[in-house]
């Protein structure tokens, strides 16, 4: 677990406990009674008023991604991009999880429409720039026309006019970007083009729009009299900013005191909250609702032609976005139990439920109700990680919700939701797919602290239900059918011993590490693995310092090494080619359950689009060189400079020859010399992960090709070797001060033969980096970054001499990728690869250290 990411879930933690403190002491003279009886007061027209905003809200929401489409030229369906951006919206603004923030969403879904991450991050770009206008422009009229009442209070006029003006600048510097006279402009390594007048119009019409609409769906349930609307804007944009500034899922508690600090004292918290309530139900859950439907419906019904069009436009986002969707709902009907735990029973119900239940399994069924909640909300993470386990566990808890919801208080609103979610997780069974246990993932301290969140807020809430009530040590053990409170401070006990329980259980055993070294008998299977595959590269596994995940038939696998946050795949999954897709999704998912960022290097283009349905783009990184053996030979004019490096080894006395795995155990040490003697030389220490390094229990597995003078060992590199008639190759390339010119180019040559006479058809010469590089080839930028590096950066790296040395044998040139995730991510995955390779970060830039 990141110290950074501890200390922001203690930070929204502290801030929703304070808002809650705030809020109980803002409404002390509100009872549960009286919150009930105002919520009912709200008129139904006005509701129904309110849900045409919201419908409306969202509609001007899509066309934010339907503008932002036609800025960066692609126009794909317009009906597909609603859908998806509808759905992405209403999980996102409900849930509040950074997992399906709009950013992350479009990432993930976007790539798989044929986006380069260039486009995707012009998009993104563009659509938050769409996003900020609006509140700049509202925030800035608010603070000069008609400021909300605490802010007059606590900013003399002068001060909200500069404030206000400084909000409007912002927003008309923006708009004055075509006054530049330029189509783009430049941001790091990025360069996005300029919007056009007509299309920053549209942006200021939308984003204004937007806001105005969302704060008119609150302001249309406001009693009368009513503050103007603009007033309310003013109030409501700075509360939903300190929302999101909190980190708090949805802003939930901070929104809320925020609005009633802001409003007050034209208008009271007795009158502002319970609207506040109904707000949330119309504008938050009912389309949260509608999305979850959604997904449910397609899930059920995707193979049936009525729905067909609908499966095809939800595309690659149901895939994504059911197990976030659904743990997002489960995660809902644990608070639901949970607050309604807090709650006092309509008496009318109660009273009927005398008759109709044993009053023992009513008290059972209030506090099994409470520890059901929280399992619910436990269980949530698990089932966002498609975990079959957490799907089932999810399914006979949400089950058992209904029964005690009906038995406890006969809610049968609330065993309503919990069937509608139970009905929804049922019809998405084949979404589930990990086969994982429930708690074997690692310590999250954003979730847990929104799980801790939750108990406080039921806890508040049970207070604040319960403030009539004198509290005694009696209350604990009072049993009765009128006894709220006490049942109440039962199951708020339980819950709250549920939640220790788990906490101490992952501190006490916080999982499997990130990155388990293989074992003694991985590499043995490695070594099985990797001399029956048609390439060579999974020989890089048996140096040890890469991590191993496995297939199910232990026929194949995936090695990785961690750089910060950054989870490097080194080459494609070794392993049958219908088992490639499911390796690269056990990856993504151990990537996501540890918060890392996905990158898969020198990959090939054989596997790209399994890349791409994982949410991650690429860019071209180098070439690699396949030399083939079928018609290699030394003879012809344009193997003269090859015959002459051999010739003269032979002048000077050096012979090859190829010792066995057995015999390299015996010249080990002359071996080490050897390499010793080459790094001094060099001025270099070993590099790893993608490069070899000399490592004894990795060279024995090998065969290894050695120049000798007089049995004196002047050269040697280790042969990867590929199953019979497939891929050779070498790693470990390394001579003594006393080899003559040409050894290596000589030795080469050598191996060559050596290989095409024993039937093996191609020679890998590995990758010449950024070779063949252009701005074709991903973001323009880097692709000038590339060329400009290839050509100049001879102290960092011969980038041209790699590439002139292995031109020298012919070989034809097969490209080689990055993958990532896209966006401004590209940078920190090159730097994070480059230290893995290096060995640090400072070995980069002191080869020696």
């Given at each position: 677990?990141?110290?950074?990411?501890?200390?922001?879930?203690?930070?929204?933690?502290?801030?929703?406990?304070?808002?809650?403190?705030?809020?109980?002491?803002?409404?002390?003279?509100?009872?549960?009674?009286?919150?009930?009886?105002?919520?009912?007061?709200?008129?139904?027209?006005?509701?129904?008023?309110?849900?045409?905003?919201?419908?409306?809200?969202?509609?001007?929401?899509?066309?934010?991604?339907?503008?932002?489409?036609?800025?960066?030229?692609?126009?794909?369906?317009?009906?597909?991009?609603?859908?998806?951006?509808?759905?992405?919206?209403?999980?996102?603004?409900?849930?509040?999880?950074?997992?399906?923030?709009?950013?992350?969403?479009?990432?993930?879904?976007?790539?798989?429409?044929?986006?380069?991450?260039?486009?995707?991050?012009?998009?993104?770009?563009?659509?938050?720039?769409?996003?900020?206008?609006?509140?700049?422009?509202?925030?800035?009229?608010?603070?000069?026309?008609?400021?909300?009442?605490?802010?007059?209070?606590?900013?003399?006029?002068?001060?909200?006019?500069?404030?206000?003006?400084?909000?409007?600048?912002?927003?008309?510097?923006?708009?004055?970007?075509?006054?530049?006279?330029?189509?783009?402009?430049?941001?790091?390594?990025?360069?996005?083009?300029?919007?056009?007048?007509?299309?920053?119009?549209?942006?200021?019409?939308l984003s204004t729009a937007d806001w105005l609409l969302a704060a008119a769906v609150l302001w249309e349930l406001l009693p009368d009299p009513r503050p103007s609307l603009l007033t309310l804007t003013g109030a409501f944009v700075a509360a939903q900013l300190a929302g999101l500034v909190s980190h708090v899922p949805a802003g939930a508690g901070i929104f809320e005191s925020t609005m009633v600090l802001l409003m007050a004292p034209s208008m009271s918290a007795v009158t502002l909250v319970p609207v506040l309530v109904v707000y949330r139900a119309v504008y938050y859950l009912a389309p949260f609702a509608v999305a979850l439907g959604v997904l449910a419906i397609d899930g059920s019904y995707q193979n049936r032609a009525l729905l067909a069009r609908l499966s095809g436009r939800l595309g690659a986002l149901k895939s994504w976005m059911n197990?976030?969707?659904?743990?997002?709902?489960?995660?809902?009907?644990?608070?639901?139990?949970?607050?309604?735990?807090?709650?006092?029973?309509?008496?009318?119900?109660?009273?009927?439920?005398?008759?109709?239940?044993?009053?023992?399994?009513?008290?059972?069924?209030?506090?099994?109700?409470?520890?059901?909640?929280?399992?619910?909300?436990?269980?949530?993470?698990?089932?966002?990680?498609?975990?079959?386990?957490?799907?089932?566990?999810s399914s006979v808890a949400l089950a058992a919700g209904v029964v005690t919801s009906l038995l406890k208080g006969a809610d049968y609103e609330e065993a309503l939701l919990l069937s509608a979610i139970l009905g929804a997780l049922v019809a998405a069974r084949r979404t589930f797919d990990r086969k994982a246990a429930v708690f074997d993932e690692p310590w999250s301290a954003p979730w847990f602290a929104a799980v801790v969140a939750v108990v406080a807020a039921s806890v508040f809430l049970g207070t604040f239900s319960y403030k009539h009530v004198e509290y005694s040590t009696e209350l604990w053990w009072q049993f009765e059918m009128q006894a709220d409170a006490s049942r109440f401070l039962r199951s708020s006990v339980g819950a709250g011993i549920a939640v220790l329980v788990f906490g101490l259980r992952y501190l006490l055993n916080p999982?499997?590490?990130?990155?388990?070294?293989?074992?003694?008998?991985?590499?043995?299977?490695?070594?099985?693995?990797?001399?029956?595959?048609?390439?060579?590269?999974?020989?890089?596994?048996?140096?040890?310092?890469?991590?191993?995940?496995?297939?199910?038939?232990?026929?194949?696998?995936?090695?990785?090494?961690?750089?910060?946050?950054?989870?490097?795949?080194?080459?494609?999954?070794?392993?049958?080619?219908?088992?490639?897709?499911?390796?690269?999704?056990?990856?993504?998912?151990?990537?996501?359950?540890?918060?890392?960022?996905?990158?898969?290097?020198?990959?090939?283009?054989?596997?790209?689009?399994?890349?791409?349905?994982?949410?991650?783009?690429?860019?071209?990184?180098?070439?690699?060189?396949?030399?083939?053996?079928?018609?290699?030979?030394?003879?012809?004019?344009?193997?003269?400079?090859?015959?002459?490096?051999?010739?003269?080894?032979?002048?000077?006395?050096?012979?090859?020859?190829?010792?066995?795995?057995?015999?390299?155990?015996?010249?080990?040490?002359?071996?080490?010399?050897?390499?010793?003697?080459?790094?001094?030389?060099?001025?270099?220490?070993?590099?790893?992960?993608?490069?070899?390094?000399?490592?004894?229990?990795?060279?024995?597995?090998?065969?290894?090709?050695?120049?000798?003078?007089?049995?004196?060992?002047?050269?040697?590199?280790?042969?990867?070797?590929?199953?019979?008639?497939?891929?050779?190759?070498?790693?470990?390339?390394?001579?003594?001060?006393?080899?003559?010119?040409?050894?290596?180019?000589?030795?080469?040559?050598?191996?060559?033969?050596?290989?095409?006479?024993?039937?093996?058809?191609?020679?890998?010469?590995?990758?010449?980096?950024?070779?063949?590089?252009?701005?074709?080839?991903?973001?323009?930028?880097?692709?000038?970054?590339?060329?400009?590096?290839?050509?100049?950066?001879?102290?960092?790296?011969?980038?041209?001499?790699?590439?002139?040395?292995?031109?020298?044998?012919?070989?034809?040139?097969?490209?080689?990728?990055?993958?990532?995730?896209?966006?401004?991510?590209?940078?920190?995955?090159?730097?994070?690869?480059?230290?893995?390779?290096?060995?640090?970060?400072?070995?980069?830039?002191?080869?020696?250290?």
């Amino acid at each position: 677990m990141k110290l950074s990411a501890a200390i922001r879930a203690l930070f929204s933690l502290v801030l929703l406990i304070a808002a809650l403190f705030f809020l109980r002491q803002e409404v002390d003279a509100l009872n549960w009674p009286a919150l009930n009886a105002a919520v009912r007061r709200i008129p139904a027209d006005r509701v129904w008023v309110a849900g045409l905003l919201t419908l409306l809200n969202f509609a001007v929401l899509t066309c934010f991604d339907q503008l932002a489409f036609r800025h960066i030229g692609r126009r794909p369906r317009a009906a597909a991009v609603a859908l998806t951006s509808f759905i992405a919206y209403a999980v996102s603004n409900a849930v509040g999880f950074a997992l399906v923030s709009g950013a992350a969403v479009r990432y993930r879904f976007y790539s798989r429409w044929g986006l380069s991450s260039g486009q995707i991050a012009r998009l993104v770009v563009f659509y938050s720039s769409t996003f900020w206008l609006g509140l700049l422009v509202l925030g800035g009229a608010a603070l000069l026309v008609a400021p909300a009442p605490a802010v007059s209070a606590l900013v003399p006029a002068p001060g909200l006019r500069i404030a206000g003006l400084a909000l409007l600048a912002m927003a008309g510097a923006y708009a004055a970007l075509p006054l530049l006279g330029r189509q783009s402009v430049r941001v790091g390594s990025w360069r996005f083009s300029i919007p056009t007048p007509a299309q920053i119009a549209a942006q200021f019409a939308l984003s204004t729009a937007d806001w105005l609409l969302a704060a008119a769906v609150l302001w249309e349930l406001l009693p009368d009299p009513r503050p103007s609307l603009l007033t309310l804007t003013g109030a409501f944009v700075a509360a939903q900013l300190a929302g999101l500034v909190s980190h708090v899922p949805a802003g939930a508690g901070i929104f809320e005191s925020t609005m009633v600090l802001l409003m007050a004292p034209s208008m009271s918290a007795v009158t502002l909250v319970p609207v506040l309530v109904v707000y949330r139900a119309v504008y938050y859950l009912a389309p949260f609702a509608v999305a979850l439907g959604v997904l449910a419906i397609d899930g059920s019904y995707q193979n049936r032609a009525l729905l067909a069009r609908l499966s095809g436009r939800l595309g690659a986002l149901k895939s994504w976005m059911n197990p976030s969707a659904f743990a997002g709902a489960t995660f809902l009907a644990g608070a639901v139990l949970l607050f309604s735990g807090a709650t006092p029973a309509v008496a009318s119900r109660l009273a009927w439920l005398t008759h109709a239940v044993p009053f023992p399994l009513l008290e059972v069924s209030h506090f099994v109700a409470s520890v059901i909640g929280v399992t619910l909300l436990l269980l949530s993470r698990s089932l966002a990680r498609r975990s079959v386990a957490a799907w089932a566990l999810s399914s006979v808890a949400l089950a058992a919700g209904v029964v005690t919801s009906l038995l406890k208080g006969a809610d049968y609103e609330e065993a309503l939701l919990l069937s509608a979610i139970l009905g929804a997780l049922v019809a998405a069974r084949r979404t589930f797919d990990r086969k994982a246990a429930v708690f074997d993932e690692p310590w999250s301290a954003p979730w847990f602290a929104a799980v801790v969140a939750v108990v406080a807020a039921s806890v508040f809430l049970g207070t604040f239900s319960y403030k009539h009530v004198e509290y005694s040590t009696e209350l604990w053990w009072q049993f009765e059918m009128q006894a709220d409170a006490s049942r109440f401070l039962r199951s708020s006990v339980g819950a709250g011993i549920a939640v220790l329980v788990f906490g101490l259980r992952y501190l006490l055993n916080p999982g499997p590490p990130a990155a388990p070294r293989p074992t003694a008998e991985e590499l043995s299977d490695v070594a099985i693995v990797a001399g029956s595959d048609p390439h060579t590269y999974a020989h890089m596994a048996l140096l040890g310092d890469k991590s191993l995940i496995w297939n199910t038939a232990g026929s194949g696998f995936a090695m990785y090494a961690i750089q910060g946050r950054t989870w490097v795949l080194l080459h494609d999954p070794v392993a049958p080619p219908e088992d490639v897709p499911g390796l690269l999704r056990a990856f993504v998912d151990r990537v996501d359950d540890y918060d890392g960022v996905p990158v898969a290097y020198e990959i090939r283009s054989d596997y790209l689009q399994h890349y791409a349905r994982l949410g991650l783009t690429h860019v071209k990184i180098g070439e690699e060189a396949v030399v083939p053996l079928h018609e290699f030979s030394l003879d012809g004019r344009a193997r003269k400079g090859l015959r002459t490096s051999v010739h003269r080894l032979e002048r000077e006395g050096l012979h090859f020859r190829v010792l066995s795995p057995r015999d390299v155990h015996w010249r080990m040490e002359e071996l080490r010399r050897v390499s010793d003697e080459w790094l001094e030389r060099k001025v270099v220490a070993e590099k790893g992960f993608s490069l070899g390094f000399f490592d004894e229990e990795y060279l024995r597995r090998c065969p290894i090709a050695v120049l000798e003078r007089d049995s004196r060992i002047e050269a040697f590199t280790n042969l990867l070797v590929g199953r019979a008639g497939g891929e050779l190759s070498l790693d470990l390339a390394r001579y003594r001060l006393s080899a003559p010119p040409s050894t290596m180019e000589g030795l080469f040559a050598h191996v060559m033969l050596w290989g095409r006479d024993r039937g093996y058809s191609r020679f890998n010469l590995g990758m010449a980096p950024l070779a063949g590089v252009a701005p074709v080839h991903g973001p323009v930028v880097w692709g000038m970054f590339a060329k400009y590096v290839y050509e100049h950066g001879a102290e960092l790296y011969n980038f041209q001499g790699v590439r002139a040395f292995k031109e020298k044998f012919a070989p034809d040139w097969e490209p080689r990728y990055l993958a990532y995730p896209g966006g401004f991510a590209l940078a920190r995955a090159l730097a994070d690869v480059s230290a893995l390779v290096a060995g640090g970060y400072r070995r980069i830039f002191f080869r020696a250290a």
